[in-house]
C-alpha cells in the first residue's frame, strides 16, 4: 500500500505505559521520517533519520525515542515522558534524486491514551 | 529554524469557482516547497511542488507560484470540484544535508454544489 507501511492502525495506551509504532517501507528510501499531528497544528516533525544508525531531533522530541537499524525500518517509541501523547502519528520516507524531495506517507497511526 | 504560515486555515468555494491558498516562509536558504492534499482518513499526498529556480508550475487544474523576494507561494485550484474538497498542506525545505520538511497548518478546502 504505496510502499510505506505503519502499523497498528489505532492504538491505545495507559498512562505510564511505553509504546512503540512501527513504520517499514520497501521503496529503498534513505530518509524516513516521523511527524505528528494535531487538529489545527499541522504535521510537527519528532524525529528523523536520513541514513541507518543515525537520526536527528525534530522540533518536538521530547517523550519520544526512534531507532534506525535497518534502512528499511525506523520504529517510534512514545513513552510515559509524552505528556500530551493522543494525536495521529505518520510516518513518511523520501529519496533524494535528481533534486526532488518528495515525501511518501504511511497511512497513519491513531494514538488514543486511555 | 523554518517557520511557514498557512491562510487561510478554512475556504469554502462553489463548484466551478477558484480557490487559493497562501504560505509565507522565513529561511532564505529554503528551495524547495511542495503542496500535499490529505482526505479525510487519509495520508497527505504530494500534488505540486516547486523549486526557487522558477516562479510558477502548473498541472492541469493546480498551478503554484512563488516569490522569493517576499518569501510567499501559493496555490491556486481553478474550475474547482468537490472532489477537490480536502485539507491542504504547504511546506518548504532546504536541498542539502537535511531534507526535512516544515509544514504549514493546514487549510481545509470545501467545494459546495
Known amino acids: 500500500d504505496g510502499g510505506i507501511t505503519q502499523s497498528p492502525k489505532y492504538l491505545f495506551r495507559k498512562e505510564g505505559q511505553n509504546v512503540t509504532l512501527s513504520c517499514e517501507q520497501n521503496?529503498?528510501?534513505?530518509?524516513m521520517y516521523w511527524y505528528r499531528q494535531d487538529p489545527g497544528q499541522g504535521l510537527r516533525l519528532i524525529y528523523y533519520?536520513?541514513?541507518?544508525?543515525?537520526?536527528q531531533k525534530g522540533d518536538i522530541a521530547e517523550g519520544y525515542s526512534v531507532s534506525r537499524e535497518k534502512k528499511e525500518s525506523f520504529p517510534l517509541t512514545v513513552t510515559s515522558a509524552q505528556k500530551n501523547p493522543t494525536a495521529f502519528y505518520l510516518c513518511?520516507?523520501?529519496?533524494?534524486?535528481?533534486?526532488?524531495?518528495?515525501?511518501?506517507f504511511g497511512s497513519g497511526t491513531r494514538l488514543t491514551v486511555v | 529554524g523554518e517557520n511557514v504560515e498557512q491562510h487561510p486555515s478554512t475556504l469554502s468555494v462553489q463548484e466551478g469557482d477558484s480557490a487559493v491558498i497562501k504560505c509565507t516562509y522565513s529561511?532564505?536558504?529554503?528551495?524547495?516547497f511542495p503542496w500535499y492534499k490529505q482526505e479525510l482518513g487519509k495520508r497527505p499526498q504530494l500534488i505540486i511542488d516547486?523549486?526557487?529556480?522558477?516562479g510558477e508550475k502548473k498541472d492541469q487544474r493546480i498551478a503554484v507560484t512563488l516569490n522569493k523576494t517576499a518569501k510567499h507561494f501559493s496555490l491556486h485550484i481553478t474550475e474547482t470540484q468537490p472532489e477537490d474538497s480536502a485539507v491542504y498542506f504547504c511546506?518548504?525545505?532546504?536541498?542539502?544535508?537535511?531534507?526535512?520538511?516544515?509544514f504549514g497548518t493546514g487549510t481545509r478546502l470545501q467545494v459546495t454544489l
Open positions: 516547486i523549486r526557487s529556480n522558477v
Open positions: 521503496l529503498n528510501h534513505d530518509a
Open positions: 513518511a520516507s523520501s529519496m533524494k534524486k535528481n533534486g526532488n524531495y518528495g515525501y511518501t
Open positions: 533519520s536520513q541514513i541507518v544508525n543515525d537520526f
Open positions: 511546506a518548504a525545505s532546504q536541498s542539502g544535508t537535511a531534507s526535512k520538511l516544515t
Open positions: 529561511d532564505s536558504a529554503s528551495n524547495y
